[in-house]
């Protein structure tokens, strides 16, 4: 099925990501408050100079995810759809602007250490590793004009897993 809702658009690297995603995560500490462990910035507008689609991807990691649905009233008065689970056991998902989508958030318990170490260690590794921002990058846009409606097959690159795996083994090596 084709999602047909969403103009993919990729755009230069906005400095102002950073300042966007502090503001939104004390927003959403506020809501969550004591439930909240961490929260991180992730996805393509976490790295420097990363072409990206300009929605804000975050990754709250909270004590007991089952607790994560008594907020859901609060996060639709900030503007979020939620959304469960959404195709990811254990997560919670909840996206803000609808069709002109402005933020994605990725809710995981504190132990559910494969979907937490698959995002941050991808954001991690494009971080280090500039040459792989710049062919992510081009492939992005190459997606974006090749698939401008379909977000589905933008989205299905091996490239994309390749860097997971690559990312994943990276980070388990400087972990050592």
Not at 27 to 50: F, M, N, P, R
Not at 66 to 77: A, C, G, L, P
Not at 136 to 143: D, I, P
């Amino acid at each position: 099925m084709v999602n047909r809702a969403m103009n993919i658009i990729i755009t230069d690297y906005n400095e102002n990501w950073t300042q966007l995603f502090k503001k939104e995560a004390k927003l959403i500490s506020e809501i969550l408050k004591d439930e909240l462990v961490e929260i991180h910035h992730i996805g393509s507008t976490a790295v420097t100079d990363l072409k990206a689609k300009p929605i804000m991807d975050i990754m709250p990691i909270v004590k007991d995810i089952s607790n994560v649905d008594h907020f859901n009233e609060s996060m639709i008065e900030k503007g979020y759809e939620p959304l469960g689970e959404f195709g990811i056991n254990g997560r919670r998902y909840f996206r803000k602007g609808g069709e002109n989508r402005t933020h994605q958030i990725h809710m995981f318990q504190y132990d559910n250490h494969f979907e937490i170490e698959r995002h941050l260690a991808v954001r991690d590794y494009l971080r280090s590793h500039k040459k792989d921002v710049i062919e992510y990058g081009k492939l992005k846009e190459s997606l974006a004009l090749e698939f401008p409606k379909d977000i589905e097959a933008y989205s299905n690159s091996d490239f994309v897993e390749n860097l997971e795996r690559k990312a994943i083994e990276w980070e388990r090596e400087n972990e050592r």
